[in-house]
């Protein structure tokens, strides 16, 4: 076709030739067998394809003398790879990016489910197995990112890849052989060549580069649930399907062979990628005599075994049950000890020099004295001896408790896992949010939000939903409790604002009303058109108020906490974001504990104050325009809204403002001081000191 284009072959030519060429008059084992002759089999498939276009051109137009002009076998070979590859590559890229959304909800899910982190098969520090899924997320995303960026160049060089054919050929013309090449190339949707790469294999060594980097991804995570789904570990199990993982010879085992399988194409991907780069670094002279034709079935097997364990793996991320509760027994029988590291820095500096030896060096000695025990003896040897080494005065019996508290010793987990995904957004999630202006024409973005599932791990859609938003410095771990009530009768989804948890900082400007754009987007992608339950607090409730306003038809009812429809001024929320991004979250927690929390509620939930600490978000912007807008004379979404009395996170009138706007279907209950307010038919979103059964939601 583009030699017709461009006058070089006769009109119609391009029409008879690709009648010609129709796949069901060609044998395939024939052309095999006949390639022998040659070398390859684009000899043989040319005589074919020259006999079958004489034979149609009835038009005696001599559209023969067109086929294969100013090419060479190498350049429709290295072409013809090039297009398979490009398929192949294509769709192993949609299933690695299917597995790396899998393993970001896992991440966001499991944020916070202590585990025990290994080095050298030995338990080492505590660790979340949402950095676990973060570190598998990291290392496919990267190799993905590979991936995507390969390309696939046309093969045009003629005889010996000077195009001296196409010079000849284009002499005269218009035409160059650089454009024919080019044109050759837009018709196939592949990249354009700046040269004949003949010799040159980057283009195939890329390709198996990319592919054996994803296979070595695909085979860390095998590896890892291979030994978290030992039944002494059971911290992890493979989705079960019928007939899959059974025994010829006993019946009660159920193999984890999806990992298996990844596993085993894993460890022969290095062999097959090492041989495209043997064969490329052997390509004599203008036309190589035998590496050339080591690389396609290298190529071929390497592509195929992607192609087949991503479809395994995707299954397996997409599925995989974690077991949480396992994860925290196995994190129980490695006891304190795991903590050891934590408690010489903390404790150490504070010990005097005794009989010559330093603190840390005490501290040592404990530990050996301890590893002395019985392994079920340890755990309470070494706060013995911790305590009798570390006089009370130096360490009182609550900081030591603190030190012992396997979430006190995360350092930057959250952060870590945050941002790896924040690193691969188009992997995270390949579903990037529209752009928009604002009102005075300035360019802005919908953030994108991520969201982690809150109640038990099961197929959504069976149970209502819920939504619940947290405020600024907070994430989803806000609502652990209160879904872990409602957990078995709804479907409970927190979403994390940008910058927090596990949702990426924003690149753009956005509002309030761009929040509650995004969540309903969010929403949509997980349970698309469906109506669901909202709460929020704060910066969390403002959105939903804006939800209201503009979404009203998709909520069944609202929840707002301490929030209102403007909160704060632009010049606050800059100076506070500025205050997190500098010193981070836990220099808020003090002032946020007095204005959230009744007094000594901290003291009462030290696992609470805990959590709250390290959950560190980092904004990289603020909602300077926080206000809920425009505002109707009513909404007509049944809600219930929450603060303190006075309410110490907006001014008073804006709550007799709020107030006097409300629909009389809403309910608002106050109490003196920032602690819980009255009761109400939601009772279970709210800070109790008590056990309360689970609520029953409207429906």
């Not at 910058?499 to 997980?526: Q, R």
Request: with cysteine; charged share 15%; proline share 8%.
């Amino acid at each position: 076709a583009a030699l017709e284009q461009a006058g070089l072959a006769p009109a119609g030519s391009a029409a008879v030739v690709a009648s010609a060429a129709e796949p069901g008059r060609y044998k395939a084992a024939d052309i095999a067998v006949r390639a022998q002759g040659g070398g390859n089999p684009v000899i043989p498939l040319l005589a074919d394809l020259r006999r079958h276009v004489a034979a149609l051109d009835t038009a005696n137009i001599g559209a023969v003398k067109a086929v294969h002009t100013s090419l060479t076998s190498q350049d429709v070979l290295d072409t013809a790879l090039m297009l398979l590859a490009r398929n192949s590559v294509a769709a192993l890229l949609a299933d690695v990016k299917g597995t790396t959304a899998a393993l970001a909800a896992l991440a966001g899910q499991h944020a916070d489910t202590l585990c025990v982190g290994r080095s050298l098969t030995q338990h080492s520090l505590p660790y979340t197995f949402g950095l676990r899924a973060a570190q598998w997320f990291h290392g496919l995303a990267a190799a993905g990112r590979q991936l995507a960026a390969v390309e696939f160049p046309v093969q045009f060089g003629g005889a010996a890849g000077t195009l001296a054919a196409g010079t000849v050929l284009t002499a005269g013309s218009a035409a160059t052989p650089f454009s024919l090449a080019d044109a050759l190339a837009a018709q196939l949707g592949l990249a354009p060549a700046a040269a004949p790469w003949h010799t040159s294999r980057l283009p195939i060594t890329s390709i198996g580069n990319a592919a054996a980097a994803v296979l070595d991804a695909f085979g860390k995570i095998a590896a890892d649930v291979l030994f978290l789904s030992r039944p002494e570990v059971a911290e992890v199990a493979e989705p079960r399907a019928a007939g899959r993982g059974v025994s010829s010879a006993m019946p009660q085992k159920q193999n984890p062979v999806l990992s298996v399988l990844v596993r085993s194409t894993a460890l022969q991907a290095p062999n097959l990628a090492a041989q495209l780069h043997l064969a490329a670094a052997t390509f004599n002279d203008e036309r190589p005599d035998g590496a050339w034709h080591t690389e396609w079935p290298a190529l071929q097997q390497l592509l195929a075994l992607a192609l087949g364990a991503a479809g395994n793996i995707r299954e397996l991320a997409e599925g995989l049950q974690v077991h949480p509760d396992a994860m925290r027994r196995n994190l129980d029988l490695a006891g304190p000890l795991l903590l050891a590291e934590g408690v010489s820095a903390a404790v150490a500096p504070l010990l005097p020099e005794l009989d010559g030896r330093s603190g840390k060096q005490q501290l040592q000695d404990v530990v050996d004295q301890t590893l002395q025990a019985q392994p079920s003896e340890q755990p309470s040897a070494y706060r013995k001896l911790l305590r009798d080494a570390v006089p009370a005065g130096l360490l009182t019996d609550l900081r030591l408790e603190e030190l012992l508290d396997p979430a006190s010793y995360l350092g930057q987990s959250r952060e870590i896992s945050r941002r790896i995904l924040a690193a691969y957004p188009d992997f995270a999630s390949p579903d990037l949010p529209a752009s928009a202006t604002d009102a005075n024409g300035a360019h802005r973005a919908k953030p994108a939000l991520k969201a982690a599932l809150l109640s038990p791990q099961r197929p959504l859609g069976g149970h209502p939903l819920v939504v619940v938003g947290s405020s600024l410095g907070t994430s989803s771990i806000l609502w652990n409790r209160a879904a872990s009530l409602l957990g078995n009768d709804y479907d409970v989804v927190a979403w994390d604002l940008p910058g927090h948890g596990v949702s990426p900082a924003a690149t753009e400007t956005f509002d309030v009303s761009d929040l509650a754009e995004a969540v309903v987007d969010l929403v949509d992608s997980i349970a698309p058109g469906e109506a669901f339950h909202y709460a929020g607090v704060s910066l969390g409730g403002a959105t939903g108020l804006q939800l209201g306003i503009k979404h009203g038809e998709r909520l069944k009812s609202l929840s707002v906490q301490c929030s209102g429809a403007k909160l704060g001024t632009p010049e606050g929320w800059l100076e506070r974001a500025e205050t997190v991004r500098s010193q981070g979250t836990p220099v808020m927690i003090q002032g946020s504990a007095q204005r959230w929390f009744a007094p000594g509620f901290m003291d009462r939930e030290p696992e609470v104050s805990s959590r709250l600490l390290h959950a560190s978000g980092t904004p990289t912007g603020s909602v300077t325009r926080s206000a809920a807008r425009p505002w109707p004379p009513l909404m007509s979404v049944p809600g219930w809204a929450a603060s303190g009395s006075p309410p110490r996170s907006l001014p008073v009138r804006w709550t007799v403002w709020r107030r006097r706007r409300w629909p009389r279907k809403w309910r608002q209950a106050s109490r003196p001081g920032a602690g819980p307010p009255q009761p109400s038919p939601w009772k279970a979103w709210r800070t109790w000191r008590r056990p309360r059964p689970p609520p029953t939601l409207p429906s």
